[in-house]
């Protein structure tokens, strides 16, 4: 099993594309545990990076990238534990890279969750997740949080 806020983790990152949240949850997860596992630190900048890439801040997203990239290069094995291929995970990370130091638009990435039965548990738990907002929400649905951020300039 893995925590549950890397599960939470996903669901923002992939459902909701609410990647501030992505790093406040995975921030607390990280210091409650003593801010001893540099993969929680690596995961956040990731959510960070794209934070400011889809708001157009370039520059804040290349240092995040790359700061992400070069701490999570040495963790193949615990990437591995929370359910990605590492070789996809890094290759997309260095595409990210790659698309804004050319100043490509912002387009959304999903991470390359590949072991099965990660992938289960995450679902399982994204489904529990939206009927329960469901529950909660207005008729219509739920508005994906980060839809119209206006990019900075």
């Known amino acids: 099993m893995v ?3 890397y599960l939470e983790y996903l669901f923002q990152f992939h459902r909701r594309r ?5 790093h406040e949850i995975l921030e607390n997860h990280w210091k409650s545990e003593g801010r001893k596992n540099g993969i929680w630190v690596g995961l956040i900048q990731v959510a960070a990076a794209l934070h400011h890439y889809r708001r ?25 534990r929370l359910g990605f291929d590492s070789g996809k995970f890094l290759s997309l990370l260095e595409q990210t890279r790659e698309n804004i130091r050319k100043g490509r638009p912002y387009q959304d990435v999903d991470l390359p969750l590949t072991d ?3 992938r289960r548990e995450y ?3 994204a489904r529990k997740r ?15 949080t980060g839809e119209g951020e206006a990019p900075r300039k």
């Open 18 to 22: 609410d990647y501030y949240e992505c």
């Open 130 to 144: 939206e009927r329960e907002e469901g529950e909660r929400e207005p008729a219509g649905g739920v508005r994906k």
């Open 56 to 80: 157009g801040n370039g520059k804040g997203a290349g240092k995040l990238i790359e700061k992400s990239l070069f701490r999570l290069s040495g963790e193949e094995e615990a990437l591995k």
């Open 3 to 5: 925590p549950r806020a």
């Open 123 to 125: 679902e399982e738990y």
């Open 116 to 118: 099965p039965g990660v």
